[in-house]
């Protein structure tokens, strides 16, 4: 049974734009499932959680209202043609002086002076921009969100969840706004106002107004998929751009932290390395290339990444990370990778950062295994000292070069730490402090520990001054008091 059916404007964008659809279907109740497997959304602007039609809208099946035929149980005919039609259409065709005529009646306005004064004494408002892009970068209101006209039915319950939120929805004049507050309103939203006169009166009145950063056509396009998710979108995009993040080791895990930390445009990266390529190295370290064994990794990696994204700084520290050098190293870097190989180096990187206040991404991998967390006592977790107050003794914890690692394995943890370095540039999610991933390839299992601050830890307890820089070579090489 194929049947056609015609769908409204509101719903068009959920079915790709399509104004008639062809479907399979015994009944109108069997029509709808098959477009929602096809549209997911579209079934519950149709129908309530009671599976009864909403009550703005009407079906009509040959013009029949389904309501006085057997509900959306109605039997259908090969060929017969299913009308959803909102209510507030009326099943009528109208002018668009008479749509908005109506509209002007049923929805509800507000005059920027009122918006102003809502903002003023700070009642509860959640503004809604729906002018297309290059009109929003123009110019908006404070902390307005921006959702083109469009996009609104989508985008919306991505943005707002309460439906009974206050908004106030404006365009440039206050008629594109008036068709977006009746969409919201179909979509369930119980106080939805429209502002009069739109941006243009409210800018006429010199009310204050925001100008977006913009990003620049080219990086639009570069970065057009992080623009479109909302926890992102171009003010994230910018962060992203003006983050520095400093790698430690060109390695295993710092490449390809690097590359796709690179990619996602984080607009400044420090690498830290002074080895130079090895054969061996290429099984994992895939910033390097079998042409560049024996050339310095920090050489080798700058010419991959700077050919890989071009817009991005890469400074290079060719240099052992001592404590003399660490603190003019990580000073000028938002946050820090920890991609290093050996404890010494470690507990370094630990007490420079918890000194300057500054987050270390911590990964480590061995064989199989890899663990990942961040460690941020600024930030309310703990530091590597809390976990580890010694480092194992040596024939406990063999380096990469003496235990082997599985290639792929560096790739997972490097790339876990550049996805918890994104969120803390972005400031979304619940960040990695205080707990650590634990992944064995083998098993195939992620586990997560909660990692406690040491109340007495000596570097990160509250209120403690920085005992200062060890002999970590001394520190690490020691026979361990505990073995
Ligand atoms: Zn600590």
Known sequence: MSVKVRIPTPL??????????????????????????RHAGFKARILDDQGQIRRFVNVFVNGEDIRYLNGIKTDLKDADTVSIVP????????????????????QQEITPEAVKKRLDTGERTILVDVRESDEFRGGHLPEAIHIPRGFLEMRIEETVLDHGAPLVVYCAGGVRSLFAAETL??????????MSGGYGRWAQKGFPTQ??????????????????IPEVGEAGQIKLLKSKVL????????????YYLAAAGVGTLGIVDFDVVDESNLQRQ????????????????????????????????????????????????DIVVDGSDNFPTRYL??????????????????????????FHPAGGGPCYRCLYKEPPPPEMAPSCADAGVLGVLPGIIGLLEAVETVKLILGIGVPLVGKVIAYD????????????????????????????YIDYEYFCARPSAAS
Do not use: W
């Not at 964008?13 to 109108?28: K, L, N, R, Y």
């Open 12 to 37: 068009r964008p959920i079915v790709g734009g399509d104004s008639e659809v062809a479907v399979e279907g015994a009944t109108v109740s069997a029509v709808l499932d098959n477009i929602e497997a």
């Open 349 to 374: 990187i630990n007490d420079a950062c918890v000194k300057l206040k500054k987050p270390c991404v911590h990964g480590s991998v061995y064989r199989f295994e890899g663990q990942v967390t961040i």
């Open 211 to 228: 100008t977006p950063v913009v990003l620049s056509e080219k990086y639009r396009r570069r970065y057009s998929r992080h623009l479109s």
């Open 87 to 106: 209510a507030v259409a009326g099943g009528l065709e109208r002018t668009y002086q008479e749509i908005l005529f109506s509209l002007k009646k049923t």
């Open 286 to 333: 895939i910033l390097h290339t079998t042409d560049r064994v024996g050339v310095s990794k920090i050489k080798s990696a700058m010419q991959t990444l700077e050919k890989f994204n071009p817009d991005i700084t890469v400074i290079p520290f060719e240099e052992r990370v001592t404590s003399g050098n660490i603190e003019r190293i990580i000073k000028d870097f």
């Open 441 to 468: 390839a083998l098993a195939a299992t992620f586990q997560e520990f909660r990692l406690r601050k040491d109340p007495t830890c000596e570097y990160c307890r509250e209120g403690a001054t920085f005992p200062g």
């Open 185 to 194: 309103t179909h979509m369930g939203y119980t106080n939805v106002a429209s």
């Open 247 to 258: 790698l430690i080791g060109a390695g295993g895990l710092g490449c390809p932290a690097a």
